[in-house]
């Protein structure tokens, strides 16, 4: 399976992406986390990407494709994958398309998670992620029981830089901006699935099954 999870910061990828991989068994590849991970090494890239995270703005294409396409070279990726936050402007969407088409295969399917902007805001700006293994909390929603700590493997919970009103605001308009293009160009293309990711979260669920089915 080689899938896309496409929709605004908060609409619950990463979520989804948790279930979908134990599920599947398929690499969940989110460019985000891989930046993120890259920050905190101090790495090049790292350096390079939090200009551009602490904003809100989104990191130069061609940083981005090319950091996906090492990851998508490895072992892991030969039974699919599931990329999150990645394409997230029409010139990387054309880029994975054209890395595809060089490896002889297309993408089964993307997925839209729906969700309005107030919605997004409110999550986000709650949301605590734990440091040691990225389980995901919400201080009114889903506090976690042991306070600041993770209820998981006790590891500290924090709140992401760019997880303040302010920069969530700006990352929305970034991607209704530039992010959104992406939904004609895959509704073109008969591979778009639109879900409402305020409901309920087995509507993804629900849907990455019937992908699974319509492939079979
Ligand atoms: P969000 O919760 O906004 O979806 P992510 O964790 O996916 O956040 O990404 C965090 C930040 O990393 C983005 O705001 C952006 O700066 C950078 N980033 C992640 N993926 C991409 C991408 N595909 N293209 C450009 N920048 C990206
Ligand atoms: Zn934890």
């Given amino acids: 399976m080689k899938i896309i999870l496409l929709g605004p910061p908060g609409a ?40 551009y995270m602490d904003a809100g703005q989104l990191v130069p294409d061609n940083l981005v494709v090319s950091m996906v396409a090492d990851r998508l070279e490895k072992p892991d990726c030969v039974r699919g994958f599931l990329l999150d936050g990645f394409p997230r402007t029409l010139p990387q969407a054309e880029a994975l ?20 902007d107030e919605t997004v805001v409110l999550r986000l700006s709650g949301r605590r992620v734990c440091r040691a293994c990225g389980q995901i909390y919400h201080s009114t929603f889903k506090p976690s029981r042991s306070g ?36 004609s160009f895959y509704k073109e293309k008969g591979i778009l699935r639109a ?3 305020k409901a309920s979260s087995g509507n993804v669920m629900n849907a990455i099954e019937s992908l699974c089915a319509n492939r079979s």
């Fill in 12 to 51: 619950g990828k990463g979520t989804q992406a948790a279930s979908i991989r134990e599920k599947y068994g398929i690499p969940h590849i989110s460019t985000g986390d891989i930046f993120r991970e890259n920050v905190r090494l101090g790495s090049p890239l790292g350096v390079e990407a939090r200009k």
């Fill in 97 to 116: 398309d054209s890395y595809l088409t060089s490896k002889g295969t297309v993408l089964d399917g993307v997925i839209l998670l729906d969700v309005d």
């Fill in 148 to 183: 600041n700590r993770c209820e998981v493997c006790g590891g500290e919970t924090y709140q992401r830089d760019d997880d303040t009103e302010k920069v969530i605001r700006n990352r929305l308009t970034v991607y209704h901006q530039q992010t959104t293009p992406l939904i």
């Fill in 195 to 197: 879900v409402d990711a």
